[in-house]
């Protein structure tokens, strides 16, 4: 099966590897030409996220072969942003193409999904009580995140609905979903608690992409400023030594006079 034979309005997941850590992005095919589909952009803040612009990402493309109804792979896809008029207008487009067939994929192929930390402020509700419980997230992910709160959850933990709004690349994002609750356990006088999210937003799966990103430029740059440091502490070093050194061979030269 060759990528351009994924039909139009076929869906599709976009994985992108980041670091070794992998996780997925829906999205569907609105074009398909020769060697290569068009699929809508993924944005932030209105514009569209060019993916040229970071290094060391890895793409790869998940469908289901419509012929044999497996589940398939290209791996190491390109991924390139253009504009492209369709319907009497233009608009811009993630173009991808890729020379090799796809390959049979396996639940192996997928690694487990990063949490990304945050502190953003929330609560929850139940359709079988109407009170709103404050919580404070703990971490997120594509599929799930968890939370904390003061007080044990005494409802349906198959009826959960959360709220929360947080920042990510500038953004503000405000969002109301259902969630389940896998576990739960009580740490340092609060009640954490595990949940799945049956069926995530495409504006959920950005916010989590962009605070991976920003979670990977914080590390990056907290590296970077350890390095300084620790160039700056070499520097200083060898400047005391230095002197050190002069000083000591002052005080010989005296010493012989």
């Given at each position: 099966?060759?990528i351009?034979?994924?039909p ?15 996780y997925?992005?829906?999205?569907s095919?609105?074009?398909s ?18 993916f040229?612009?970071?290094k ?6 998940y ?12 791996k ?11 319907t009497?207008?233009?608009s ?6 890729t ?17 990304i ?19 404070t ?9 968890s ?10 933990y198959?009826?959960t ?44 799966l ?6 991976k990103?920003e ?13 300084a ?13 230095s002197?050190?050194?002069?000083y ?10």
């Open positions: 099966m060759l351009s034979d994924i139009v309005g076929g869906p599709i997941s976009i994985e992108i590897s980041i670091d070794n850590v992998s997925e992005m829906p999205s095919v609105v074009a030409k020769n060697g290569y589909i068009l699929i809508a952009p993924f944005t932030s803040k209105g514009a569209v996220i060019d040229s612009s970071y060391d990402i890895l793409f790869n493309l469908t289901i072969d419509p012929a044999t109804k497996n589940r398939v792979v290209w190491n896809i390109n991924i390139e942003t253009i504009t492209y008029k369709s009497g207008f233009a811009a487009y993630y173009k991808i193409s020379n090799v067939f796809a390959s049979i994929a396996s639940e192996c192929d997928r690694r487990f999904n990063q949490r930390s945050t502190g953003a402020s929330g609560h929850i509700s139940s359709d079988t009580t109407e009170a709103d419980i404050p919580v997230l703990i971490d997120v992910s594509d599929k799930g995140l939370f904390s709160t003061s007080n044990e959850l005494l409802y349906n198959n009826n609905y959360i709220t929360f709004s947080d920042q990510a690349n500038g953004k503000q994002f405000n969002f109301h979903f259902k969630c389940f609750i896998i576990r739960s356990q009580l740490y340092d006088e609060r009640y954490i608690y595990g949940c799945i999210i049956p069926t995530p937003s495409r504006e959920y950005t916010y989590v992409f962009l605070k990103i979670s990977r430029i914080s590390s990056a740059k907290e590296q970077s400023e350890q390095t440091l620790k160039d700056a502490a070499d520097v200083a070093s060898q400047s005391i030594e002197t050190s050194s002069g000591h061979s002052h005080i010989s030269e005296k010493n012989k006079r």
